[in-house]
């Protein structure tokens, strides 16, 4: 069940957090009215943060379903204490970007320390992680996200085509790799045999 909730996570979190990292320029414009370095930066660092932490639901939920609340307890300890401590330490060397790396290397250690541990409890290894029906997903997720990050969009007046390009580009391509990826067939197999039974 686990392993099954994993694939399934992989198969959505990747393109979905990437679109968000392609997409903070147009948030930026959407919700504030205009670009702002600090907001897109601020978005971009929370997504890979939240991206990182989504991974650590299929845990954190057997974790409550068996009653070992401990672990998931441990976990978000873990995050309050680095989350203090790292924000001061860093605060105090990069300002607010420093805080916003704080919050997001503190929720991932955490996220990351609670599937570490249910999978040496359980004895689950780490390959389905890179399994390769998720390499192509992986490859086209992680260029999107870095070419969102070094190029957001910052304007839609003087430059229309390069707009226009962003604003089809990242979907159009995330939407082909999750396409192809076994998983969407999988996916629409399960939700035949659904209907079919109702």
């Not at 903070?24 to 990182?52: D, K, P, Q």
């Not at 401990?70 to 924000?87: C, E, F, K, R």
């Amino acid at each position: 069940l686990y392993r099954d909730n994993l694939r399934i996570l992989i198969f959505v979190t990747l393109p979905v957090y990437s679109l968000l990292l392609a997409w903070a320029g147009w948030a930026s414009w959407l919700l504030v009215g205009e670009y702002r370095s600090e907001f897109v930066f601020l978005l971009h660092v929370s997504t890979i943060g939240w991206a990182l932490n989504t991974f650590a639901a299929p845990a954190y939920f057997m974790h409550l379903g068996k009653g070992d609340v401990g672990w998931n307890t441990l976990s978000h300890v873990v995050m309050g204490v680095m989350n203090v401590a790292l924000g001061l330490m860093l605060g105090r060397w990069f300002g607010a970007h420093g805080v916003a790396w704080a919050y997001v290397i503190a929720l991932a250690t955490g996220s990351w320390l609670l599937i570490g541990l249910f999978q040496a409890r359980n004895r689950i290894g780490w390959t389905g992680w890179a399994a390769r029906e998720h390499l192509w997903l992986a490859a086209v997720c992680a260029v999107v996200s870095v070419a969102g990050w070094l190029d957001p969009v910052r304007t839609a007046a003087s430059e229309p085509a390069r707009f226009a390009v962003w604003l089809v580009g990242p979907p159009l391509a995330l939407g082909l790799a999750a396409w192809f990826h076994p998983m969407r067939k999988e996916l629409w197999h399960r939700l035949d045999l659904r209907e079919a039974r109702l």
